[in-house]
């Protein structure tokens, strides 16, 4: 029973585990800029100044964001697949 209560946090774990990978890859300078852009914006897409929007995509680029996903996705594969019970 605990199991099956801890199997989707174990999932999220290994995915914010695989996300954070990838983050730390990016230069300082870059996660300083990404993160004062999403300070300023609040988190809001709406909020973004056209400048801000150029600087994002080129750090997405960086960040080689379809191998960010491809971790991400694996990561909750494998979870579900080592956590599930029949």
């Known amino acids: 029973m605990l199991l099956r209560k801890l199997a989707p946090w174990l999932i999220v774990f290994e995915v ?3 996300g954070r990978e990838h983050w730390n890859q990016l230069d300082p ?3 300083r800029t990404a993160a004062d852009i999403m300070k300023r914006s609040k988190g809001d897409p709406r909020r973004l100044t056209p400048a801000d929007k150029v600087e994002l995509k080129a750090l997405g680029r960086r960040m080689e964001i379809p191998k960010l996903a491809f ?3 694996t ?3 494998m979870g579900r697949r080592r956590h599930r019970r029949r």
Request: proline content about 0%; cysteine-free.
């Open 16 to 18: 914010l585990r695989a």
């Open 71 to 73: 971790s991400m996705g």
């Open 75 to 77: 990561a909750a594969v």
């Open 29 to 31: 300078n870059d996660r």
